[in-house]
């Protein structure tokens, strides 16, 4: 199944993948399909590496919204940011969160989805 994404999506994708990055966080895309079950992305804490995994089939409000979560526990440069992504984390509430508060290791940890495609 194909997803259409817009051009705007796209690009907020793309900028929000840069943030993380900026952020430490080390994003990885790949096929989320294993034995006709569809596993579910997320962040994951790997050789003590923090990683966003993500399958770019999916829909941008999956996308989004693992972008969001994760980035919601970082501390985020304000500055260079887009006014569009600026307002959408703003809208989400990531700039005024408190980061990292109460966070611990099985805070990083997807639990798998499963479910037929």
């Known amino acids: ?3 259409r994404i ?3 999506q796209r690009e907020h994708l793309k900028e929000l ?3 993380a990055r900026r952020t430490g966080l080390r994003v990885s895309y790949g096929d989320l399909r294993f034995g006709g ?3 579910k992305g997320g962040q994951c ?3 003590g590496e923090r990683w966003l ?3 770019r089939k999916w829909p941008y409000d999956d996308q989004l919204d693992l972008f ?3 980035l919601a526990l970082m501390d985020i440069p304000q500055d260079g940011l887009s006014p569009d992504l600026t307002k959408l984390l703003q809208r989400r509430s990531i700039f ?3 980061k990292g508060a109460s966070m611990d290791q099985s805070d990083l940890f997807s639990t798998p989805r499963a479910s037929r495609p």
């Open 17 to 19: 993948e840069q943030l």
């Open 6 to 8: 817009s051009r705007k």
């Open 68 to 70: 969001l979560a994760a």
């Open 37 to 39: 079950l569809r596993l």
């Open 53 to 55: 995994v993500l399958d």
């Open 96 to 98: 005024t969160q408190e």
């Open 1 to 3: 199944m194909t997803v």
């Open 45 to 47: 804490l790997f050789r």
